[in-house]
C-alpha cells in the first residue's frame, strides 16, 4: 500500500482527522465550483452540436470539472460498450432498443445517437438534477426518466435487447446490487445483453488487509467513505465504493443473468467491464 493509501487509511480511524480532512475538502471543492460554475455561463461548451453539463455534473460522474475529459471519457466509454457486445455477439447499429441505467448526465450516452429511426434509446437515473438536464438538452438523444433507489423500473418485462450499466455496481452495497440485477433482467429481453463495470484487482490494490482479507473470503467489499454534507458528489450516502472479485460475479450474478466475459480494465483503462446474456 502506498504512503498516501496508508495515510489516509489512518485518518479514517481518527475521527476528528477525518472530519478535519472533509471540511478542508469539501471548501476548496465549493471555491473551486464556484468558480467553474461562472466560466461555464459566462461563455457556456458545446460538442458535435451538443451542449456539456454544468461542472457540477461533470463533477458527480467523472471527479472532475473540466470538459474534455468529461468528453474523452464518455467517447473511450462507448467505445469499450461497442467492442465488448461486438465480442459477445451484438451488432450495436442493429439493435432495436438501447437503455443507459444510471445514465447521469449523458456522458456515454451523448457518444451513442440512435443509428437508425428504429433504434430507441433510453436513460434512468435517480439523479432528479442530471435526468432535468438530459431532458432538456439531450432529448434528440434519448427519452430520460428519473428512477427510484429500489425496484421497479417503469419499463415493461424484456423490453430491452442492451443494457449498460457505468460505474453503479462499483458504488452500491450487495442488497442493492441483487435487487437491481433481478429487475435489470427483468425488463432484457431473452437472449439480451447486461454490460456493466465493476472495480476488480486493479481497483482493489489499495484496500487496506481486512478488505483485501475479505475480497479472498467473499469476493465483494463495500467501503463507506464520507457521508452527509461533506459527500463532494452530491449523491446519496449509500452511493458509496463497492469492489467485486471475478470468481463472485461468475458465480453469484449467474442467478440473475449469465456471464458471457470479463474484461480486466476493460472500462477506460480502470474498471473491469462485464458482459452477461439473459438466458434465452
Known amino acids: 500500500m502506498s504512503f498516501v493509501a496508508q495515510s489516509l487509511a489512518f485518518v479514517r480511524t481518527q475521527p476528528f482527522l477525518y472530519r478535519l480532512l472533509g471540511i478542508t475538502r469539501f471548501a476548496v471543492f465549493r471555491t473551486e465550483l464556484a468558480y467553474r460554475n461562472w466560466r461555464h455561463h459566462r461563455r457556456p461548451s ?50 432495436r432498443t438501447i437503455l443507459d441505467f444510471s445514465c447521469g448526465c449523458g456522458r456515454v450516452i451523448r ?35 428519473r428512477t427510484t433507489i429500489e425496484p421497479p423500473l417503469p419499463y415493461a418485462t424484456g423490453q430491452f435487447d ?37 472495480h476488480g484487482r486493479f481497483s482493489q490494490r489499495h484496500l487496506p488487509a481486512q478488505d483485501k482479507a475479505r475480497m479472498v473470503d467473499h469476493g465483494f467489499v463495500y467501503q463507506v467513505g464520507q457521508t452527509g454534507k461533506l459527500k463532494l458528489d452530491g ?30 480494465r476493460g472500462m477506460n483503462n480502470d474498471q473491469d467491464l462485464v458482459v452477461l446474456r439473459k438466458r434465452a
Open 46 to 95: 458545446t460538442d458535435q452540436g451538443l451542449p456539456l453539463p454544468p461542472p457540477g455534473l461533470r463533477f458527480r460522474v467523472g471527479g472532475s470539472f473540466d470538459g474534455d475529459t468529461f468528453l474523452r471519457i464518455g467517447a473511450d466509454c462507448a467505445t469499450a460498450i461497442k467492442d465488448a457486445v461486438a465480442a459477445a455477439g451484438m451488432d450495436l447499429a442493429k439493435t
Open 111 to 145: 457518444h451513442l445517437p440512435p443509428s437508425s429511426g428504429d433504434q430507441v434509446m433510453h436513460g434512468a437515473d435517480i439523479d432528479a438534477v442530471a435526468i432535468a438536464w438530459c431532458q432538456e438538452h439531450l432529448s434528440g438523444v434519448a427519452e430520460f426518466r
Open 162 to 198: 442492451l443494457i449498460y450499466v457505468v460505474s453503479l455496481f462499483t458504488h452500491i452495497d450487495e442488497h442493492l446490487q441483487d435487487l437491481w440485477l433481478a429487475e435489470l433482467s427483468r425488463i432484457l429481453a431473452p437472449g439480451g445483453l447486461l454490460v456493466a463495470t465493476i
Open 235 to 264: 449523491l446519496p450516502d449509500y452511493y458509496q465504493a463497492a469492489y467485486h472479485s471475478e470468481a463472485y460475479v461468475r458465480s453469484h450474478w449467474r442467478t440473475y443473468v449469465e456471464p458471457v466475459l470479463v474484461r480486466e
